[in-house]
């Protein structure tokens, strides 16, 4: 089973950036849809963006411009590395994100095979 570990989370002023990574380790991630999810509190979980193992992407329309969804099919351990990058921060808040991957799913279904652990994004002045 693929096993992904995320990083990069934190506190990000309005307006500012933050990237967050996504390293896969066991298996290749180059074969592997990569989506990235969000959570608020209390609300359910919503797709950001998704990149497929050709490197087409798609983004939710909140975020359309603004974060840019990569992978590094090599990455420091040659297992392969998910990213988001995520530029000009709109609304404070938490948002909990998760990275998943998969092999035959793609989109922003929950179907994933696959899930980060979770990274805490918190938006405040």
């Known amino acids: 089973q693929l096993q992904l570990v995320q990083s990069g989370g934190g506190l990000v002023q309005p307006g500012g950036s933050l990237r967050l990574s996504c390293a896969a380790s066991?298996?290749?991630?180059?074969?592997?849809?990569i989506g990235w999810f969000r959570q608020a509190p209390g609300k359910a979980r919503e797709g950001v963006a998704w990149i497929s193992s050709s490197g087409d992407t798609n983004y939710a329309d909140s975020v359309k411009g603004r974060f840019t969804i990569s992978r590094d099919n090599a990455g420091n351990t040659g297992y392969g590395v998910g990213y988001l990058q995520m530029n000009n921060r709109k609304a404070e808040g938490t948002d909990v994100y998760y990275c998943a991957a998969d092999q035959l799913e793609w989109g922003f279904t929950a179907n994933y095979r696959d899930w980060g652990q979770g990274t805490q994004v918190t938006v405040a002045s």
């Open positions: 066991l298996f290749y991630l180059e074969d592997y849809t």
